[in-house]
Structures are given as C-alpha cells and as structure tokens.
C-alpha cells in the first residue's frame, strides 16, 4: 500500500467528520456532568435545610443514571475494562437511590 492510498483510504473513512464539533461535543459532556452534580447536590441540600427529610433520591436516580449510560456506551465503543466496572458501579448507586425513593414515595402514600 502506498502513501497516496493511504491518504485516499483515510479521507473516506473521515468524510463528513467534524473533528472541532466532536471536541467541543465531549468538553460540553465533561461540563454538563458537573454541573448536573452541582445541581443536585444544591437540591439535596436545600431539602435538608427547608423540609429536614435529608437528600433527595430521586435527583441522585436519575444523575447516576446518566453516568452509567455515559459509562456504559463508551465501553461498548471502546472496550476499556474500567467503563464497565464503573458503568456497573453507577448503576447500582441509581438502583439504590430509587429504590429509596420508591421507599420515600410508598411510605408517604
């Protein structure tokens, strides 16, 4: 294979690809995780201070739900082994979180 093939082979499998856009796509990602943690680490402490019931599982359910598909697609891309086990991980932190909402919610009904 020569260098001209290369670059031809390299130039069809790239098409229609935005480098810049698919970078600004994961910085946008990394940012919108940690403020989505910020905001639901402010709700969980707003009602602890206004209602005295603690933290809000249901925030938290939904955040980590967000992580573990986050954790779980990039393994199904990449196949790093890490991704997995912390897809695994924040998976079971939005099982538990909703299992204690579920709690929350049939103890009140």
């Given at each position: 294979m020569d260098k001209d093939e290369i670059l031809a082979r390299s130039r069809e499998e790239n098409k229609d690809r935005d480098f810049v856009e698919e970078a600004v796509l994961?910085?946008?990602n990394s940012?919108?995780?940690a403020v989505g943690m910020?905001?639901?680490g402010?709700?969980?402490i707003l009602r602890g201070l206004l209602t005295e019931k603690g933290t809000e599982?249901?925030?938290w359910a939904v955040y980590f739900s967000v992580l573990a598909?986050?954790?779980l697609v990039k393994f199904a891309k990449m196949r790093k082994?890490?991704?997995l086990l912390l897809g695994l991980f924040y998976g079971a932190f939005c099982i538990m979180f909703?299992?204690?909402y579920l709690h929350d919610l049939l103890k009140t009904a």
């Open positions: 994961a910085k946008a940012i919108a995780l910020m905001m639901c402010i709700i969980s599982p249901a925030v598909t986050t954790m082994r890490h991704e909703f299992a204690f």
